[in-house]
């Protein structure tokens, strides 16, 4: 578990540093400066290049994931296996650009009521071409055990170079067509970085060799159909809702609704951070048929992942009022969202890495079957909520989705393998964070809300970690205080 707690450690650090630059720049700068128009027009174009790189990669991601740690460490041999199960996301890439082109009228009506999205849908092409290559290429950096140099790009570097565009926008130095432009070029940056790094690092994942291999493409490819549903799944139910939004309430409302499903999904960064590092070692760990340390693993990502979430979702909600206090007028329709999403996505955490399981398992074709209803789900709760409850039926329809999603999966993984996630520091926790939450809601501190929201979340973090540690409901979390303490100790 060293290597886990070391890497997931780096990742959140650097995960924790980019929602600290998502906050500001979502709360501070991009109401302010774009408006819930032009905001939404951005969260609009990133929702479908997610939802289109998903498609394209069509589960090869999580394939590499799974089978490079495998194979002998031969570089030829890597290279040769990347070579090959990327082509089919080569072929889907030169389809989707061609058809987006032939039907671009048909997918321009669809945002009939969104006449900025119209002008800038093209956009979405370079957009896609650039997520789709950075997901490819870090996945086999990822399943080299190399993961904080692609958690740097993608959550630091990427906003800071959004951020510069947002900045140069703001002071007139460029329009917004060209602010437009930057924000594409960011990913495109991105892109060509990781290339850069792969060669830098010796991953000559392009290179021509012909190094013998034993590996059978049509188990990879047949893990790799059955493992995009996985994957896409909750990438579709964390996007269709805020795409539904846009055509059926237009920008502005799509933008009122991104806002509050961002400050919702922070509290998922603890998952970010151990489950970029945790993959190869299920693989692992499942060809050797260790269960016990696949429930070790399972327990440990379900305790950690909600001690964490909590206190995160604990503080955003005993501070929603000050932080709408900050925003302009127009966004506080959002409040209620960020209750209803955050509470779905902690249940996701707390179920632990149920999902990671089965993919990496031999039953991973369930998730074909689960998947497909899921997403037919999501779809059809979104397409008849929305038009009768506009934002507070998207975030109804995507809370049941993602709930009923996490249960499935937990009941299924009981049902095969004989373990579960929960103990009886999960209910610990759970108490904890209520007691909490009461002692947030008593807080009144007043002044600034950036005053407020500060001295609360110190007090409300330092009580919630203090009981945490005392009472050592995270075995991980008191070593590495501990080790912590130590150091600085050693150093001084």
Not at 62 to 76: A, R, S, Y
Not at 204 to 220: H, Q
Not at 438 to 454: C, K, V
Request: a neutral charge; aromatic letters at 16%; hydrophobic letters at 50%.
């Amino acid at each position: 578990m060293g290597i886990i707690i070391k890497q997931s450690i780096r990742n959140a650090t650097l995960t924790y540093l980019g929602i600290g630059l998502g906050l500001l720049s979502t709360i501070f700068l991009f109401p302010h400066i774009l408006g819930a128009e032009k905001y939404g027009l951005t969260r609009s174009l990133i929702a479908i290049t997610t939802i289109s790189s998903q498609i394209i990669t069509l589960g090869i991601p999580n394939t590499i994931l799974k089978f490079v740690p495998t194979l002998e460490k031969d570089q030829g041999v890597r290279s040769q296996f990347f070579r090959r199960v990327i082509s089919p996301s080569i072929f889907i890439l030169i389809i989707y650009v061609t058809s987006f082109f032939f039907f671009e009228s048909h997918w321009l009506s669809l945002y009939a009521d969104s006449p900025l999205l119209e002008v800038y849908l093209w956009l979405v092409i370079p957009m896609v071409f650039a997520s789709t290559t950075f997901s490819l290429f870090s996945a086999f950096i990822k399943a080299s055990l190399d993961t904080v140099f692609a958690t740097f790009l993608q959550d630091v570097l990427l906003r800071i170079l959004i951020l510069i565009f947002l900045v140069l926008y703001f002071f007139d130095i460029i329009s917004f067509p060209h602010f437009m432009l930057g924000f594409v070029s960011a990913y495109l940056i991105n892109m060509l970085i990781l290339l850069a790094y792969s060669l830098s690092q010796k991953y000559y994942l392009l290179s021509t060799s012909n190094a013998y291999s034993s590996f059978d493409l049509k188990e990879t490819f047949t893990y790799s159909f059955f493992a995009f549903f996985s994957g896409f799944t909750m990438i579709l139910v964390s996007n269709i809702d805020l795409i539904m939004v846009d055509m059926f309430e237009g920008l502005e409302n799509a933008g009122i609704y991104a806002l509050a499903m961002y400050m919702g999904t922070v509290i998922t960064v603890p998952r970010k951070s151990l489950a970029k590092i945790i993959h190869p070692i299920l693989t692992k760990s499942f060809n050797e048929n260790n269960l016990d340390e696949i429930k070790r693993l399972y327990t440990q990502s379900s305790i950690n992942q909600l001690l964490f979430s909590l206190i995160i979702y604990v503080g955003i909600l005993t501070s929603l009022d000050d932080l709408y206090r900050i925003l302009p007028i127009e966004f506080s329709e959002g409040k209620p969202i960020i209750a209803i999403l955050g509470l779905a996505y902690l249940f996701d955490l707390a179920t632990g890495s149920n999902g990671q399981i089965i993919i990496t398992s031999k039953y991973f074709k369930f998730d074909f079957i689960s998947s497909l209803i899921l997403m037919i789900g999501a779809v059809l709760l979104n397409y008849f909520l929305i038009p009768r409850y506009g934002l507070m039926g998207a975030a109804i329809a995507t809370a049941t989705s993602v709930g009923l999603y996490n249960l499935t999966k937990t009941i299924f993984v009981w049902f095969v393998l004989r373990i579960q996630p929960f103990k009886w520091h999960t209910l610990s926790i759970i108490v904890l964070g209520i007691v909490c939450f009461y002692l947030g809601e008593f807080l009144n501190i007043g002044g600034h809300p950036i005053l407020s929201i500060t001295i609360r979340s110190v007090i409300i973090g330092t009580t919630y970690l203090g009981i945490a540690y005392m009472f050592r409901l995270s075995d991980e979390f008191n070593t590495t205080i501990e080790e912590l303490v130590v150091k600085l100790k050693s150093n001084n």
